[in-house]
């Protein structure tokens, strides 16, 4: 009976080995052979690594997933790189965040220059009673309050640390 279900149901072993593809399997597995009990001999050694293999297998399919996205991301990145028009869309957008920024910064830069020129070229001495007409000037006022604003910070940032 079991020759019937063998026959039936499976191939004779001498038949497997007759195929051209088994063999050449066989050899290659055979002259791997050293490298392979080199291999399970490394990675049974100790306790420690039989166990982080087992936690490495376990993870494969966490790791595949992470694997997908990560490829994902990548492919699209390398989209947007090397399409042009994407490329020159995200360096626009960037460009209208950027833009208020540095238009502030050259702003700030050009008064303060202008601001060194003046002062360098001016030569008024200043007076108790100049000083107190300054007082009056509404830009004077919002840049004492401006400092004073500044002050109070610094010392509560002070405070804190």
């Known amino acids: 009976m079991t020759e019937a279900t063998n026959s ?9 080995l007759l195929d051209p593809n088994v063999q050449s399997s066989l050899n290659t597995v055979l002259e791997k052979m050293p490298q392979l ?33 990560v490829n994902r991301l990548y492919s699209a990145a390398e989209d947007v790189v090397t399409d042009g028009a994407t490329l020159e869309g995200v360096s626009k957008m960037a ?3 950027t833009q ?35 007082l009056k ?6 840049g004492l309050r401006f400092t004073q604003a500044m002050l109070d910070a610094l010392g509560e940032e002070n405070k804190k640390a």
Do not use: C, W
């Not at 080199?38 to 494969?60: C, G, H, R, Y």
């Not at 910064?105 to 020129?117: C, M, N, T, W």
């Open 137 to 142: 000037d509404p830009t004077v006022q919002k």
């Open 8 to 16: 039936v149901g499976t191939k004779d072993v001498s038949d497997i």
């Open 37 to 69: 009990a080199q291999l399970m001999t490394a990675l049974t050694k100790d306790e420690e690594t039989l166990t982080s293999l087992t936690t490495v297998i376990e993870s494969l399919p966490t790791l595949a997933k992470l694997l997908h996205l």
């Open 95 to 97: 460009q209208n965040y």
């Open 100 to 134: 208020p920024v540095l238009s502030t910064i050259q702003k700030g830069r050009h008064a303060f220059e202008v601001a060194k020129e003046r002062s360098e070229q001016d030569q008024t001495r200043y007076s108790a009673f100049s000083l107190l007409k300054m």
